[in-house]
């Protein structure tokens, strides 16, 4: 049984709100690679869009290494997800406060976002986004296979 999404599953699912995991390898080879779960956004065809502080961790390794991982996934049956791996092929620093907005209201109503945007407003003004253009593509979606046994 074949359990790999279609281009457009994979595309649509990649385009949907999950909380994704980023990974990204440590260049010296002394660590696992670093795994995080981030907002990201992406729509069909584009660039994975992930926001981070400029100074952190993953932005660092990000920028020595120049490329990442990055998975999402269903958590409840049927399960399925969609894990890509590409180069960072752009930086926005700064960050247009319009799309750090924008993926705000992503992930949270109206006013709560509004509200998280006006007390960490500060701090979010230290975010860029790294852009990755998916050059791999590994996907599985359980749905068949759960229908067989369901």
Same mark, same amino acid.
């Given at each position: 049984?074949?359990?790999?999404?279609?281009?457009?599953?994979r595309?649509?699912?990649?385009?949907?709100? #999950? %909380?994704?995991?980023?990974?990204?390898?440590?260049?010296?080879?002394?660590?696992?690679?670093?795994l995080?779960?981030?907002?990201?956004?992406?729509?069909?065809?584009?660039?994975?869009?992930?926001?981070? +502080?400029?100074?952190?961790?993953?932005?660092?390794?990000?920028?020595?290494?120049?490329?990442?991982?990055?998975?999402?996934?269903?958590?409840s049956?049927?399960?399925?997800?969609?894990?890509?791996?590409?180069?960072?092929?752009?930086?926005?620093?700064?960050?247009?406060?319009? +799309?750090?907005?924008?993926?705000? #209201?992503?992930?949270?109503?109206?006013?709560?976002?509004?509200?998280?945007?006006?007390?960490?407003? #500060?701090?979010?003004?230290?975010?860029? %986004?790294? +852009?990755?253009?998916?050059?791999?593509?590994?996907?599985?979606?359980?749905?068949?296979?759960?229908?067989?046994?369901?």
């Open positions: 049984m074949d359990l790999a999404m279609s281009t457009d599953e595309e649509k699912f990649l385009a949907g709100v #999950h %909380i994704g995991v980023l990974g990204v390898d440590d260049p010296r080879g002394q660590r696992a690679p670093l995080v779960p981030v907002w990201y956004s992406y729509e069909p065809g584009g660039e994975v869009m992930v926001q981070t +502080r400029r100074d952190s961790v993953k932005a660092r390794l990000i920028r020595e290494v120049g490329r990442f991982g990055f998975c999402v996934q269903d958590e049956a049927p399960y399925r997800y969609v894990s890509v791996e590409g180069p960072v092929v752009a930086v926005d620093d700064p960050l247009d406060p319009a +799309r750090r907005a924008a993926l705000a #209201h992503r992930y949270l109503d109206p006013v709560t976002a509004s509200a998280y945007l006006a007390a960490n407003g #500060h701090q979010l003004a230290e975010d860029i %986004i790294f +852009r990755m253009r998916p050059q791999r593509w590994r996907t599985a979606d359980f749905s068949a296979f759960a229908a067989e046994f369901g």
